[in-house]
T-cell receptor, first 113, second 114 residues
Framework: GQQLNQSPQSMFIQEGEDVSMNCTSS?????WLWYKQDPGEGPVLLIA?????ELTSNGRLTAQFGITRKDSFLNISASIPSDVGIYFC?????????????FGKGTKLSVKP | NAGVTQTPKFRILKIGQSMTLQCTQD?????MYWYRQDPGMGLKLIYY???????DKGEVPNGYNVSRSTTEDFPLRLELAAPSQTSVYFC?????????????FGSGTRLTVV
């Protein structure tokens, strides 16, 4: 079945550093999303991307929908302690017969204060 | 606005016992979903529903059952609990089939089967 390959699995960074993570697939999708999960909570939507090549920002977060429609990238600038959590990419073909979201395995972010 | 509410938050079951994980949403969303999350494995779709009275299997439905008698509620039933069902379960809902606003998730039920 379809799957998303998310990397890195985990990362430790110094406060103030920029962070990059990505998600790739062998399948084409028309929608990519990025979620963050805090400990003990459900995932919360950060950014949604609907068009190939689209670059969208949400505060210090910037995400891009790859031109090939098979990948997406998330960047966090000037990381702070509250950025700690697990970041998931998700993708779907909105409007298709199989429109449910599929998720990557997550990138666990830890920040050294 | 409560959003998506899941109960209980934690539960320990013995092998072979049954239980129902409750999920309710107050956003009048048509679509509801059940996911399980295992460490390092992301979220796997168990069942989903596109409206009251309509349910369908996701990627990992074996050992589970669902029902959707109302728009608000989407309970997940485990009939014969097995250790492989130890996981964190998340319920989610969305207004449409496509994630125009993303799915809204509950805060999860952590289930341990011993």
């Amino acid at each position: 079945g379809q799957q998303l390959n998310q990397s890195p699995q985990s990362m430790f960074i110094q406060e103030g550093e920029d962070v990059s993570m990505n998600c790739t697939s062998s399948s084409i999708f028309n929608t990519w999303l990025w979620y963050k999960q805090d400990p003990g909570e459900g995932p919360v939507l950060l950014i949604a991307l609907y068009k190939a090549g689209e670059l969208t920002s949400n505060g210090r977060l910037t995400a891009q929908f790859g031109i090939t429609r098979k990948d997406s990238f998330l960047n966090i600038s000037a990381s702070i302690p509250s950025d700690v959590g697990i970041y998931f990419c998700a993708a779907t073909n909105y409007g298709g017969s199989q429109g449910n979201l599929i998720f990557g395995k997550g990138t666990k972010l830890s920040v050294k204060p | 606005n409560a959003g998506v509410t899941q109960t209980p938050k934690f539960r320990i079951l013995k092998i072979g016992q049954s239980m129902t994980l409750q999920c309710t949403q107050d956003m009048n969303h048509n679509y509801m979903y059940w996911y399980r999350q295992d460490p390092g494995m992301g979220l796997k779709l168990i069942y989903y529903s596109v409206g009251a009275g309509i349910t369908d299997k996701g990627e990992v439905p074996n050992g589970y059952n669902v029902s959707r008698s109302t728009t608000e509620d989407f309970p997940l039933r485990l009939e014969l609990a097995a250790p492989s069902q130890t996981s964190v379960y998340f319920c989610a809902s969305s207004y449409s089939r496509g994630p125009l606003d993303g799915y809204t998730f509950g805060s999860g039920t952590r289930l341990t089967v011993v």
